[in-house]
């Protein structure tokens, strides 16, 4: 059974602050690597991917993979009250369905 | 730009009905998924297809069906609708690759009351 783990939270942050957030896998064939934000009430849209170890910044969001220790992790800098959501990790191997993690609740405060 | 769309933003109906929601994608994606997602319980899979007429079950697929016959659609259907099922139910849509990559695009939801 592959799984992803994430901490479901929540998470407070205060605003201005970075907001790191972190997610474990056990399938060690993981070549792709997702995250997700939701809205409370929306669906999921993706704001990163990776399938490189290592990091990949997209201007205040940086992915970072260790496949070495089956891990991702997302960090936002200058946290903003409007990053408040879900976050959800998804990890795909070869085939055409990805494995998503439950979701970690982010909460920035002014 | 990417679009799914969900034919219902919110939809009640009463326990024994015969329900469809249907999703729509403008991509030419070849595969299609149907999940639900409850809180506590994450994004749950309950069908998917790779290409039209073709489908094959997820996670939970019981007291569920689903219809592939254009690339572009992608229904699920709810045979006799049951109280445990009220729910969100999203659709997805993503291109076949070999290797990395191919993220899912989502449709809007519906959320679905069964009374």
């Known amino acids: 059974q592959k799984e992803v783990e994430q901490n479901s939270g929540p998470l407070s942050v205060p605003e201005g602050a970075i907001a790191s957030l972190n997610c474990t896998y056990s399938?060690?064939?993981?070549?792709?690597f997702f995250w997700y934000r939701q809205y409370s009430g929306k669906s999921p849209e993706l704001i990163m991917f990776?399938?490189?170890?290592g990091d990949k910044e997209d201007g205040r969001f940086t992915a970072q993979l260790n496949k070495a220790s089956q891990y991702v992790s997302l960090l936002i800098r200058d946290s903003q009250p409007s990053d408040s959501a879900t976050y959800l990790c998804?990890?795909?191997?070869?085939?055409?369905?990805?494995?998503f993690g439950r979701g970690t609740s982010l909460i920035v405060h002014p | 730009d990417v679009k799914v769309t969900q034919s219902s933003r919110y939809l009640v109906k009463r326990t024994g009905e015969k329900v469809f929601l249907e999703c729509v994608q403008d991509?030419?994606?070849?595969?299609m998924f149907w999940y639900r997602q409850d809180p506590g319980l994450g994004l749950r899979l309950i069908y998917f297809s790779y290409d039209v007429k073709m489908k094959e079950k997820g996670d939970i697929p019981e007291g569920y069906s689903v219809s592939r016959e254009k690339k572009e659609r992608f229904s699920l259907i709810l045979e006799s609708a049951s109280t445990n099922q009220t729910s969100m139910y999203l659709c997805?849509?993503?291109?076949?690759?070999?290797?990395?990559?191919?993220?899912?695009?989502f449709g809007p939801g519906t959320r679905l009351t069964v009374t």
């Open positions: 997805a849509s993503s291109v076949t690759g070999t290797g990395r990559s191919y993220e899912q695009y």
């Open positions: 998804a990890v795909k191997g070869g085939s055409y369905i990805p494995t």
């Open positions: 399938d060690r064939g993981s070549q792709s």
């Open positions: 990776i399938y490189s170890n």
């Open positions: 991509m030419d994606h070849e595969n």
